[in-house]
């Protein structure tokens, strides 16, 4: 299986695992890139970001200004994670707070320079959002617009959360790609291809013949993951 997986011709790809606001890391794991380009020699490579840019970590604002101008010294394709869903849906419908400021989106408003005060006893939802749309450069808002909800290549298919075991990747759904867990984590399916997530945490790397989940819990440990797969052979980057 796993030689099938990885049959990538001669293209390479680094996988970014969940940022969270976590500028740090993401800085240093872009100079792990640079670093690992010159010392494999990597020439054709594209760098592939999992989604969860914002949220928890104290820097969301400054991450997307940092992805928006593509960092990376290769082509940048940025996923759609579930905490970008909630903060598109907060801006047209403000009831959206009432789980997102439990999910790390105060963080978010705070980098953005919205009062959260009153977000945080559970008022004040529809100023919060006026406030965020008055804050937020158009160029992030075209980025969230532009993000994708999985991206395939040879052997791989890359998506935030996982997919619905028995559904063909080509046809799986938004929700699942963003939210899905317990059905996917417990499933040990050969989904056709490899499939390389985040969503849920894990202290490093959980590596297994159908799946690889790179969520090190940056906003937390500071461990930022990087999967390469280059010309079939893997390794991981971290920053801590």
Not at 62 to 67: K, M
Not at 209 to 220: C, E, K, S, V
Request: charged share 20%.
């Amino acid at each position: 299986m796993r030689a099938q997986h990885e049959r990538e011709s001669d293209h390479s790809l680094y996988i970014i695992g969940d940022i969270h606001g976590r500028l740090d890391a993401l800085d240093a794991i872009i100079s792990a890139i640079r670093r690992d380009m010159e010392a494999h020699s990597v020439e054709d490579a594209t760098t592939v970001t999992l989604g969860d840019y914002v949220d928890r970590g104290p820097a969301s604002q400054a991450v997307l200004a940092r992805l928006f101008a593509n960092p990376f010294p290769t082509p940048h394709v940025a996923l759609r994670g579930n905490h970008e869903q909630m903060l598109e849906a907060f801006l047209s419908d403000p009831s959206v707070a009432h789980q997102w400021r439990q999910l790390g989106g105060l963080e978010t408003l705070h980098s953005y320079g919205v009062a959260v005060d009153r977000v945080m006893i559970g008022k004040g939802f529809d100023a919060a959002a006026a406030a965020l749309r008055a804050a937020i450069p158009s160029e992030h808002l075209d980025f969230l617009r532009s993000l994708q909800n999985s991206y395939a290549r040879g052997g791989v298919f890359v998506c935030h959360a996982g997919v619905r075991p028995g559904v063909p990747l080509e046809r799986q759904a938004a929700n699942d790609l963003l939210w899905i867990r317990g059905e996917f984590l417990k499933s040990g399916q050969d989904f056709g291809k490899l499939v390389i997530h985040g969503h849920t945490p894990v202290e490093w790397p959980e590596v297994l013949p159908n799946r690889i989940n790179i969520d090190t819990g940056a906003y937390l440990t500071g461990r930022l993951t990087c999967l390469v797969l280059d010309r079939g052979e893997r390794r991981f980057l971290h920053t801590a």
